[in-house]
């Protein structure tokens, strides 16, 4: 009898263990953002977002280093990390979430608003962001777009430059996640 | 004569005016994909001392490598072509800590002849670290005598 319940309770911790460890990671999440003026259109992307996104908890936490921002030109790029996020004091940007009403158990893609805090600039701010996600496999596929106001984060931008960068800037993401093995 | 000089004086402002302007146009309107190919790096170190480095101690860290050329030899543990960006992935000695590789497109013949857990060196810029350390646009040599 001590022996099955022994047993049981060894059943029991392993399965705990193994849910536990139910999370994905993308190591090249995609993230791109625009700026449309008349005066000049910006857009920059970063090919090395770092999430990841536990499927038991239905949380996602994300971290990106703001130089990893490519740009079209070299001056856009040093005066976005050296003037406007000041990537010397904050370079990582960051966002931690929560799914809400994620079906785990759904196979079909399904839209959902992720609420949780993003923070730029060393400044964070709540947000919901609407997302749609994709099984394939043993894959997650998260996709979507939002948008951020410049204002919100503290960015300062100098009057002369106000008309070449647009006050809300539109964001999109595209994260595969794959099992992570710790 | 001092009409002469006047003109000598015009001639060497113009230029003087064109040679700016060109300096100037060239490096606002320069591509940020520039060739690292013929540039030195300023450190050369292994993949296990570079995660190392960043796992102990970020800032510091930080302030040696990113935004350098570094040069980091390492083995092959992953190569993907996600987002249709060339990524290449070298292992360390850290747990599932490795270094990213973003490398340029001139180098996909190269990575085309990669084999899994080949050693190889890789020259890029540093950007910093995440769970990985991240280096963009980069360039390959295979190192023939091992």
Redesign the interface.
């Known amino acids: 009898m001590n022996k099955l319940v022994s047993f049981l309770f060894f059943i029991v911790s392993i399965t705990n263990f193994s849910s536990d460890s139910n999370q994905f990671i993308a190591?090249?999440g995609?993230i791109s953002f625009f700026s449309y003026t008349s005066v000049e259109n910006i857009e920059a992307v970063n090919?090395?977002v770092?999430s990841i996104f536990d499927l038991d908890k239905k949380e996602i936490a994300i971290?990106?280093?703001m130089?990893?921002f490519?740009?079209?030109?070299?001056?856009?790029?040093e005066h976005f990390n050296e003037s406007y996020v000041e990537s010397d004091i904050y370079?990582?940007a960051t966002f931690e979430g929560k799914i809400i009403d994620f079906d785990k158990k759904s196979e079909q893609p399904q839209t959902k608003i992720i609420r949780g805090t993003l923070t730029i600039h060393g400044v964070s701010k709540n947000i919901d962001i609407k997302t749609t996600i994709k099984k394939e496999k043993n894959k997650y596929v998260f996709t979507g777009d939002f948008t951020a106001a410049v204002d919100d984060f503290q960015i300062k931008i100098p009057p002369i430059l106000s008309s070449n960068i647009a006050k809300i800037i539109s964001i999109k993401f595209?994260f595969?996640y794959e099992p992570y093995?710790? | 004569m001092k009409n002469k000089f006047y003109t000598y004086l015009l001639l060497f402002l113009i230029g003087l005016i064109l040679v700016g302007g060109y300096i100037f146009i060239k490096?606002?309107?320069?591509?940020?994909?520039?060739n690292l190919e013929k540039e030195s790096a300023l450190v050369s170190l292994n993949s296990d001392d570079l995660v190392t480095s960043f796992f102990n101690d970020e800032t510091k860290s930080?302030k040696r490598y990113?935004?350098k050329i570094i040069e980091v030899t390492g083995f092959v543990k992953e190569i993907?072509y996600?987002?249709n960006?060339i990524?290449l992935?070298l292992s360390s000695n850290t747990?599932?800590y490795g270094v990213?590789c973003?490398v340029n497109s001139s180098q996909k013949e190269k990575i085309n002849k990669l084999k899994k857990n080949q050693k190889i060196l890789v020259k890029g810029i540093c950007?910093?670290?995440?769970?990985?350390v991240?280096l963009?646009n980069c360039y390959i040599d295979t190192l023939t005598n091992e």
């Open positions: 190591r090249q995609q090919n090395q770092l971290s990106m280093l130089r990893a490519v740009f079209k030109k070299d001056l856009m790029y370079p990582k595209r595969q093995e710790q | 490096n606002t309107f320069k591509s940020s994909e520039k930080n990113t935004g993907s996600l987002n960006r990524t992935i747990n599932s990213i973003d950007k910093g670290f995440l769970k990985d991240i963009q």
